[in-house]
Each structure stands twice: as C-alpha cells, then as structure tokens.
C-alpha cells in the first residue's frame, strides 16, 4: 500500500508538472482559441446607425481602379453626406482609408481638407508601424499619419488590426503609444466623438477581446458609387455612424474572424463591430494572467485531491462538478466583461481523471497478479484462472455432475521418516516438497489440477476444473509418470537424508459432483462423490511405487495400457469388492 501511494504521489506530481508546462508554454493555443469561440461568440444583431458604405465590385466598375481614384472623389463623397441643407449629418464619416502622402493633383488634396474641415464628422486613417527595436522588444517602430494639412482638420484612427497565431481576428486595438504620444484607433475615436473627449471609459488596455455583433454582410452595407446616383437622400444616415472602406476581394482586406470558418470578413467590418463594441459597453479584457493561474493551479489541486481520496465514482463526480463550475464562472466573467481561459482546466480535470482511471486499473491488475500468484502457492493455477474469469468464487451453486479421472496419491513410509527426522522438522518438509513437486508436475504436464494436498497425499483432477480430452488416458499417464520419476527423486533423498520413501497410487473415474462446496465463510471448490472414494481406497490398497486402477478405468483405455489384474479386493467403507488393475506399463 505504501509502496502505491508512493508510486501515485509521484506520477502525479509529474501529471501536474506536464499540465503546468502545457499552460505555460500555451501549448494548446490553437484549440483554446477555438473553443473560446464555440463558448464566447455569440452574435447579437448589428446596430442600424452603424453603417457601411462599401468601396466594392460595382464602384469599381463605375470609377476605375481604385489606384486611379482622385482625393476628389472622397471630397465629394464627404460633402453629399454632409449636404442636408437643415443641417443634418452623420454623426461620424470614418474613411477605412491611408491618406498619409500627398497625392498627385494639390487641388484633389486641398478639396479633401476642405470636405473634412467643412463636415467636422470625419476621422482618417493612420497606422502603427511595429517591429523589435535592437534590444529585441517589440513594440512600436514608427507611425504613418494623414498627410499634415488633413490630420489638422480631421481626427485620425489607427487601422491596424491584430490577428492571433491561428491566422483569425479576435481582438480589437484601442490604443498604443509612440514616443510619448497616445494613438487611438478608429473605434476609440468613434467612441470620443459620440460621447465626448472626457467620457468614462477605460483605455488601461492596448486591446480588447471583440465581441462580435454582426456575421459578414450583416451591417447595412451600399456601394460607394451609389453616393453620386440621383435617388441618394444624405438624411438616409442622419446621425448615423459611416464607414467608407474596402468591400470586395480585389482590395485585399479581408480576414478570417470566429464568425465563420470559411467566409472572410472586410476589414471596415471588423472596424463596424468594434465601434459597436465599445458603445454597447460590450468591450471584452482578459483576466489578468496571474488570476488564470490561480484558477488552473485550483482545477489541477482539486482534481487531484480527488484523485487521491476518491474512488472512481466519487473523482468522476468531483471532476463533473469542478468542470461545470469552470464553465459557469468563465461564461459569468465573460457577461461583465472578462474573457477567460476555458480549455486548459478542462484538460487539467479530464487528464487527472484519466490518470486516476489508468493508475487505479494498473493498480487493480498488479494486485490481481499478485494476489493470483499468492493464490497459486495454495490453489491450481487453472482452479485461478476459472475462479477469476468466471466468477465462480463468488459463486453459491452447489456444483454440477461431471464424469472425471482422479488420482490419490500418498507417501508410504512417511510415518517411520518423521519419527526418524523428529528433531530436524525441516527436513521432513524439504522431503516432502521434493515428493510433492514431483506430483504436482506429472499432473500439470498431462494436463491435470491439483485440487488439494492433505498432508503427505495430493488430490488430483483430470477433466474437472477445466474440460481436457483424453482425460483418462492423461491421469493413468499422468500417474506412471510418477512412478518413473520417483526413483531418481528416492535417490536423491536417500543421499540426503539416509531415508528411503516412495508412492503408492490410485486412479479411478467416472461421474462426481464437482464445484463450489463449503459453508458461506469458508469455500472449497473440489469434487466429491463415489468415484472419489474409490480411487482413495486404491490409492491406500497399492504397494509402494504401484499404480492401481479401476476396472473402468482399465476398459475406457483398453489396449493403451499394459495392465494386470490383481483380483478383486474389498476396499474400505465398499460393501461389494472391486476388481483392480495394476499399471505395468502406458503406450
């Protein structure tokens, strides 16, 4: 037992050093991410004033390439957004485009300005630069803004978009900075512009988890061309919040997100859900990372405690407990606005378990070998076997009828060897082993079981605790095998011990009761029956080194034993007498 607890202290500190490293190296990463999606991604429904004007296949179509584009074409844009004589606006004109050069035509530029500086709604695009600086920390390396004229007239949102390692967007930059200067990105500046510089919201962190509102294509989407078609009302987007931005796969700005496997979304897209985000108060932080260690170290502790002083039923329960908690807890964080990790505990608690199943198995065979091999000292290997496979040790029936051969054998002259050896008794059962593994052997080599020792006597079976063809042939064989193994074991034993033993032997067969006999708090699963008696009675009529049978036994075999008739002879406790043979040779 020591030696188990041993053993299972150290396995499962070596489980929880793997479960350790696994978090800490973010092994599992790829499959955290994807699950966090099945458990977090929820869409809800895009808002209506957040719109989309897209630079799609039909724009396209109808002003040329869009590098042929002039600045002047934005102006106008901006200008018929901004054009209700009332007075009426979109609240925010976001252009998901880089203006951070001057172009080739001045007037194109100035007439850009002059559309931004006369809406007042609009915000530009620039964009962080990153790398590893020589120190090898990343970090920003340089920043490309509107050209000057522009970002003195118009706000300015960073573009950049943050992709994690399985190659899908799920986080939002909000703000990074650069040489001592904050830069903000679009949904930020969105978010100022609609509530205010000095609105409460919390910018501790670079990015958020995003939350996505909308699937591709689920926010009201028109061409860009269709700004300049005589039906267009600017007080369509009264108020609204305008993003103008790349719509179609020739631009090359689309990107996987958790809303769908196989459809990419656009850029100006993911742009539009994050503004949602952040004005629904919908913005997602992670749990601090020292807090998802604390939680992982819990769910591996707890799950081994359990492991350790549960059984398997009571761990199973504890660790569906544990995991339904982990779950509970996560999506709870994730409703106030804390993303958690949800994959790792749930591999901590099911590989604990999973080791308590394997070691409590291992554990369980080891003792069944061992205590097999204990049994074994004292009971047949095939009565084992039997026993253990088919349950029969637990078993209350009686038994069952069965024709068998049994042998008794006995040692004659070992009441004059233990008062000649009465002083040395361990040499008395160094003798008697000698004899007895002699016996045991014949019996196991001819395919019989040994069904008990009773003192300097063994018992065996032939067709009865397992079935075996050939039975009887294979117990008178069985038998002749020990008597022509008996001299060289006499000779030895003589040599030793200055004593002389030998074997007198009975072999009978037929019908017998054979099975699970004995009261309830002492079994023995063995053969009775009149068959048994007898070959006891012969086994006590034979002469030293002299195999007797019976007349059965010596008609079932006919011609494949040599055998003499030694007449009829009344044996013990039998009231009519029995004709016996003695074995003189087995062909």
Same mark, same amino acid.
């Given at each position: 037992?020591?030696?188990?607890?041993?053993?299972?202290?150290?396995?499962?500190?070596?489980?929880?050093?793997?479960?350790?490293?696994?978090?800490?190296?973010?092994?599992?990463?790829?499959?955290?991410?994807?699950?966090?999606?099945?458990?977090?991604?929820?869409?809800?429904?895009?808002?209506?004033?957040?719109?989309?004007?897209?630079?799609?296949?039909?724009?396209?179509?109808?002003?040329?390439?869009?590098?042929?584009?002039?600045?002047?074409?934005?102006?106008?844009?901006?200008?018929?957004?901004?054009?209700?004589?009332?007075?009426?606006?979109?609240?925010?004109?976001?252009?998901?485009?880089?203006?951070?050069?001057?172009?080739?035509?001045?007037?194109?530029?100035?007439?850009?300005?002059?559309?931004?500086?006369?809406?007042?709604?609009?915000?530009?695009?620039?964009?962080?630069?990153?790398?590893?600086?020589?120190?090898?920390?990343?970090?920003?390396?340089?920043?490309?803004?509107?050209?000057?004229?522009?970002?003195?007239?118009?706000?300015?949102?960073?573009?950049?978009?943050?992709?994690?390692?399985?190659?899908?967007?799920?986080?939002?930059?909000?703000?990074?900075?650069?040489?001592?200067?904050?830069?903000?990105?679009?949904?930020?500046?969105?978010?100022?512009?609609?509530?205010?510089?000095?609105?409460?919201?919390?910018?501790?962190?670079?990015?958020?988890?995003?939350?996505?509102?909308?699937?591709?294509?689920?926010?009201?989407?028109?061409?860009?061309?269709?700004?300049?078609?005589?039906?267009?009302?600017?007080?369509?987007?009264?108020?609204?919040?305008?993003?103008?931005?790349?719509?179609?796969?020739?631009?090359?700005?689309?990107?996987?997100?958790?809303?769908?496997?196989?459809?990419?979304?656009?850029?100006?897209?993911?742009?539009?859900?994050?503004?949602?985000?952040?004005?629904?108060?919908?913005?997602?932080?992670?749990?601090?990372?020292?807090?998802?260690?604390?939680?992982?170290?819990?769910?591996?502790?707890?799950?081994?405690?359990?492991?350790?002083?549960?059984?398997?039923?009571?761990?199973?329960?504890?660790?569906?407990?544990?995991?339904?908690?982990?779950?509970?807890?996560?999506?709870?964080?994730?409703?106030?606005?804390?993303?958690?990790?949800?994959?790792?505990?749930?591999?901590?608690?099911?590989?604990?378990?999973?080791?308590?199943?394997?070691?409590?198995?291992?554990?369980?065979?080891?003792?069944?070998?061992?205590?097999?091999?204990?049994?074994?000292?004292?009971?047949?290997?095939?009565?084992?076997?039997?026993?253990?496979?088919?349950?029969? *040790?637990?078993?209350? =029936?009686?038994? @069952?009828? #069965?024709?068998?051969?049994? $042998?008794?054998?006995? %040692? &004659?002259?070992?009441?004059?060897?233990?008062?000649?050896?009465?002083?040395?008794?361990?040499?008395?059962?160094?003798?008697?082993?000698?004899?007895?593994?002699?016996?045991?052997?014949?019996?196991?080599?001819?395919?019989?079981?040994?069904?008990?020792?009773?003192?300097?006597?063994?018992?065996?079976?032939?067709?009865?605790?397992?079935?075996?063809?050939?039975?009887?042939?294979?117990?008178?064989?069985?038998?002749?095998?020990?008597?022509?193994?008996?001299?060289?074991?006499?000779?030895?034993?003589?040599?030793?011990?200055?004593?002389?033993?030998?074997?007198?032997?009975?072999?009978?067969?037929?019908?017998?009761?054979?099975?699970?006999?004995?009261?309830?708090?002492?079994?023995?699963?063995?053969?009775?029956?009149?068959?048994?008696?007898? *070959?006891?009675?012969? =086994?006590?009529? @034979?002469? #030293?080194?002299?195999?007797? $049978?019976?007349?059965? %036994? &010596?008609?079932?075999?006919?011609?494949?034993?040599?055998?003499?008739?030694?007449?009829?002879?009344?044996?013990?406790?039998?009231?009519?007498?029995?004709?016996?043979?003695?074995?003189?040779?087995?062909?």
């Amino acid at each position: 037992m020591k030696k188990t607890k041993r053993w299972q202290a150290i396995i499962s500190a070596a489980l929880a050093a793997v479960l350790i490293a696994l978090f800490a190296f973010n092994t599992l990463s790829f499959l955290e991410l994807r699950l966090s999606d099945t458990v977090f991604q929820r869409p809800t429904r895009a808002r209506t004033d957040i719109v989309v004007i897209g630079i799609d296949d039909h724009a396209l179509d109808t002003f040329g390439r869009f590098q042929d584009w002039g600045r002047d074409l934005f102006a106008e844009a901006i200008n018929i957004l901004n054009s209700d004589p009332e007075g009426y606006k979109p609240a925010v004109i976001l252009l998901d485009i880089l203006f951070t050069e001057h172009g080739a035509d001045p007037a194109a530029d100035a007439a850009l300005v002059e559309a931004a500086e006369f809406g007042g709604n609009v915000i530009t695009g620039g964009e962080l630069r990153y790398g590893l600086d020589r120190y090898l920390n990343f970090g920003v390396m340089d920043v490309r803004l509107p050209f000057p004229e522009l970002a003195a007239v118009s706000a300015y949102g960073m573009v950049n978009g943050s992709i994690d390692t399985d190659g899908n967007v799920r986080h939002a930059l909000l703000w990074d900075e650069f040489q001592g200067q904050s830069y903000y990105s679009f949904a930020a500046q969105v978010y100022y512009m609609i509530n205010g510089r000095h609105a409460d919201f919390v910018l501790e962190n670079h990015e958020m988890y995003l939350a996505y509102a909308g699937l591709p294509g689920e926010f009201f989407q028109m061409s860009f061309a269709d700004l300049f078609e005589d039906w267009f009302d600017p007080l369509f987007f009264e108020d609204a919040i305008v993003l103008i931005g790349a719509f179609t796969t020739a631009m090359m700005d689309m990107y996987f997100t958790p809303m769908s496997a196989h459809v990419q979304m656009n850029g100006v897209e993911i742009h539009a859900n994050a503004i949602q985000a952040l004005l629904d108060g919908n913005y997602k932080l992670h749990v601090p990372y020292s807090l998802q260690w604390v939680g992982y170290i819990a769910a591996i502790l707890i799950s081994l405690g359990a492991a350790w002083f549960l059984r398997l039923r009571g761990a199973l329960i504890v660790s569906i407990i544990v995991a339904a908690a982990h779950m509970a807890l996560s999506i709870w964080l994730f409703s106030i606005g804390w993303v958690n990790i949800v994959l790792y505990p749930l591999v901590a608690i099911a590989s604990v378990y999973l080791f308590k199943v394997i070691f409590s198995y291992v554990v369980a065979v080891i003792e069944k070998q061992k205590v097999r091999g204990i049994f074994m000292k004292y009971v047949d290997p095939k009565l084992v076997d039997r026993l253990i496979a088919t349950g029969e *040790a637990d078993s209350n =029936e009686v038994g @069952a009828t #069965r024709d068998i051969a049994v $042998i008794f054998v006995d %040692v &004659r002259g070992f009441t004059p060897m233990t008062e000649a050896l009465k002083d040395t008794p361990e040499t008395v059962v160094e003798i008697l082993n000698e004899y007895l593994e002699l016996t045991s052997g014949s019996v196991f080599n001819n395919g019989g079981s040994v069904d008990k020792f009773i003192g300097d006597a063994t018992m065996a079976l032939f067709n009865g605790f397992v079935p075996l063809a050939d039975y009887e042939y294979k117990a008178v064989k069985a038998a002749w095998d020990m008597v022509e193994g008996a001299a060289e074991v006499n000779a030895s034993i003589k040599e030793k011990y200055g004593v002389d033993v030998g074997f007198g032997i009975g072999v009978n067969c037929g019908l017998a009761i054979v099975g699970n006999l004995g009261p309830s708090f002492r079994k023995d699963f063995t053969a009775i029956g009149d068959t048994i008696n007898t *070959a006891a009675r012969l =086994e006590s009529s @034979a002469e #030293r080194s002299q195999v007797l $049978i019976s007349k059965e %036994v &010596r008609d079932r075999l006919g011609e494949r034993i040599k055998a003499r008739s030694v007449g009829e002879l009344p044996l013990k406790g039998k009231t009519e007498k029995l004709e016996i043979f003695a074995v003189e040779a087995v062909i």
